[in-house]
């Protein structure tokens, strides 16, 4: 053994030179490598120091707590941006054939469904995410929210280019929704911790951010779409076309294009100018909602970034000078803990009235700029263009804005149990109602009823926000303050589960009602007529739905005169189911009582 080692080591040092160079390369190698690793390791050791908990929390010498307003405001307008979907859900329903729908286009269902899709991860990542933001702080949980809801704008602009759903669906829906899970109730906690004597103020300010989140990114978009549009190809009004599985065509160059063909209503709806009625090649222009869902995500993950390195928690030591009897959250004995939360009955009460106003909001929310459009337009054109419709997604996040700030100030007065009363019965009234204004304005062309219907709209939409704003302060009355981030991300569920409810509900229930239509206007027109139209006769109906070449406008082109078009009133069913629901939603507040004592945390 010896010998060998001697003589491997006779062969190292004394008969190869070459090896002698290797090894001492090697060991320079693995110096360089350890140089490096322990470069890495400081890197991170700062990084982590730059988001440790400790950072997220003021020195004791800090008392300006109206600072804190701003970033908290700012994440959420950040944030608030899902309640102006409905601006992008139009441009994704048209991207291919872009004055109209192509047969390849996607429906208004699968458009609206991202925002669905958000919220609902928004409920879950909160929920799940809880007890992990009381251990990291605000600053790592709204870095890592910016992130995740920059990043899945940017992936939705991907999935938007190449003209895949699922793409969008996981950018915009789940990585967007985590990215709002994460962000939403660490401001809100934060300043409620700041103004411990003015709770609904405190989320109130915060919450109207997120209410106000519409009123940024409709403008934004607006400009960003018309800035990045392409015009198709315009081929005319006379074209010779044929129809192949409900889908039609014409020859350009000797071979077979798909085209669209847009009649007055379709280009009413649009923004874009230039366009005439006639045939379009699908495909030939560009709606623009790629580069402006990427533009406006880069946007948001740089406010948002900023927003993390400035918000801090006020120091264990801070008290609000005047107001030494209000307890600071970690110093209440009517806590009850997170974990306990799913015991409570009241916790259900309030979720279920929460379920059902947020299903009618976020409903209303989802489809606001194309119910404009479809309902009013053929009625009142001259008065419901395409800039009225945007107007009105601008009217109802101010109604958002206005009732977050409002309702939370009023919700201080009289207590939280009466507003929730307001908003449970206010809100089944106003629902109840909306068909009839809707029913004033087409027979009688009233432009006073049409403003009736978006007042009582703005106002449904005032109390939504308005209960989201009270939401915290309300859990905070029955459950105490100290876990109030982590037991409303579990609240939040509600209204995950409303997320999906609410639009889907508006849609489907319009869906039925206009394949309802659709069938009864075709029984009225002469099959000639129809095939003269649509190049097939009627047996082909189901198939020249499904390719989005029949729709309601264009059987009015040939319906026998009186006929009256059903277009506004298809949406009648969902108002007077989102009512019904509603009227349970009451029902189950009014049976909240005080919590009982033993679920409070015992104090030692």
Known sequence: MLTCSSHLFRNVFSSRPTSLYCLSTSLANRANFYQTQNAIQKRTLSLSSVFSPEKSVASPNFTNRWAMIAPAFLTHLCIGAPYAWSAMSGPLTRDAGFVCSSADDWSMTSATAPMAILFAFHGLSAALAGKWQMKVGPRATIAAAALSFGGGFLLSAVGVATHNIGLVYLGYGVLGGIGLGLSYTPPIQTLIEWFPEKKGLASGLTIMGFGSGALLFAPAAGVLLDKFTRLPTYLGTAVDTVTENGRLYTEIGGK?????????????????????????????????????????????????????????????????????????????????????????????????????????????????????????????????????????????????????????????????????????????????????????????????????????????????????????????????????????????????????????????????????????????????????????????????????????????EIVPPGVMDPTPFLYDTSFYTIAAAIGVGAAAHAMIRPVNPKWYEKIE
């Not at 107001?323 to 803990?337: I, L, Q, R, W």
């Not at 263009?385 to 996040?397: E, Y």
Request: glycine share 10%; proline share 4%; with cysteine.
């Open 256 to 556: 077979m294009m798909e085209v669209v063909y847009a009649n007055a209503a379709d280009l009413a709806k649009l923004s874009t100018q230039g366009l005439q009625e006639g045939f379009y090649i699908v495909g030939s222009g560009n709606t623009g909602a790629a580069m402006t869902l990427a533009t406006i995500g880069v946007g948001y993950t740089l406010a948002m970034l900023g927003s993390a390195f400035v918000l801090k928690k006020p120091h264990p030591s801070y008290r609000v000078q005047g107001v030494g009897e209000v307890a600071m959250p970690s110093h209440s004995d009517k806590n009850v803990h997170t974990d306990n939360m799913f015991r409570l009955p009241q916790f259900h009460a309030l979720g279920t009235m929460l379920l059902v106003i947020a299903s009618g909001g976020l409903g209303l929310i989802g489809v606001a700029k194309p119910l404009m459009s479809e309902v009013f337009s053929s009625t009142l054109p001259s008065i419901v263009t395409a800039s009225f419709a945007s107007s009105f997604i601008l009217m109802l996040s101010i109604g958002n804005l206005s009732g977050r700030l409002a309702w939370a100030a009023i919700s201080d007065k009289i207590g939280r149990p009466a507003t929730f009363h307001i908003f449970t019965f206010g809100s089944m009234a106003i629902y109840a109602s909306l068909p009839t204004i809707i029913q004033q304005v087409v027979h009688n062309q009233s432009a006073a009823s049409l403003g009736a219907f978006c007042g009582l709209s703005v106002a449904a939409i005032s109390i939504f926000g308005g209960m989201y704003a009270n939401l915290p302060a309300y859990e905070s009355d029955l459950f105490g303050s100290k876990y109030v981030g982590a037991n409303h991300g579990k609240m939040l569920l509600y209204s995950s589960t409303a997320a999906i409810a609410g639009p889907s509900a508006f849609l489907f229930l319009k869906s039925l009602s206009e394949k309802a239509a659709i069938t009864d206007l075709v029984g009225k027109i002469d099959p000639v007529a129809f095939k003269d139209k649509f190049g097939c006769d009627v047996s082909s109906l189901d198939t020249l739905i499904e390719a989005k070449t029949v729709t309601i406008s264009k059987l009015m």
